[in-house]
């Protein structure tokens, strides 16, 4: 049997003293996409930088293994060497340091330090850059610095293309799409979903599965994973709200 790329133990989190993730057990395996859905306050968000080894989020209880190791200790630069990524619901803007720079010097900090010839690094970028309808002018810009929403999002999901990490976390990647927008950022994240990759989709809304067919759908509610299903749980919480799992674990 494969080992897991990431596997989530009994997580405990809390920030500030108030615990927020209250038992989270999660499992992604390599060629997996798995879609977390829940209601804002739910604690999805704090899962995604717990994974990532936010500072301010204390684990009190429970591992997190990437590939069997427990990185738990590690800071957040040395979980993305391992090859851990975050896309942020709200990337934030960086002035002064162009797209082009940045990419360029963390492509080398995940890939081992090795410096990527330029004539080949360049070709990679650009043709990522057209699978994304990212403009060229892109490349002198700083990070995110007067970017749209939807700019924002290609900007993120380009650079995981760069990358290429083992496991994507993406949080509400969705927020502040419109339809066109939403199309191609799906289209850049189904081809990172290969069967050496696992992808943690966090949504609100169903629209985003319409595009990205995830293997497996897991409702989120007070902390911990309630509900785990296929596909077609995504659909049920599209047509009839969280209520329902509400009402269910109240009857359980």
Known sequence: MATPLLKIEDLHVEVDGKEILKGVNLTLNAGEVHALMGRNGSGKS????????????????????????????????????????????????????????????????????????????????????DKLGVPKDFLSRYINDGFSG????RLEILQLSMLKPSVMVLDETDSGLDIDALKTVSSGINALATKETAILLITHYQRMLNYVQPDFVHVFQDGRIVASGGPELSTKLEEQGYDWVTQELTIA
């Not at 939807?150 to 999002?153: A, L, S």
Request: charged share 25%; no cysteine; proline share 5%.
């Open 46 to 129: 704090t899962l995604s930088y717990v994974i990532m080894g936010h500072p301010n989020y204390k684990v009190t209880k429970g591992r997190i293994l990437f590939k069997e190791q427990d990185i738990n200790e590690l800071a957040t630069d040395e979980r993305a060497r391992l090859g851990l990524a975050l896309a942020f619901q709200y990337p934030v803007a960086i002035p002064g340091v162009s797209v082009s720079n940045f990419l360029r010097a963390t492509t080398k900090a995940t890939r081992g330090g090795v410096d990527v010839p330029i004539k080949e690094f360049r070709k990679e970028l650009t043709e990522n850059m």
């Open 150 to 153: 939807g700019e924002k999002k």
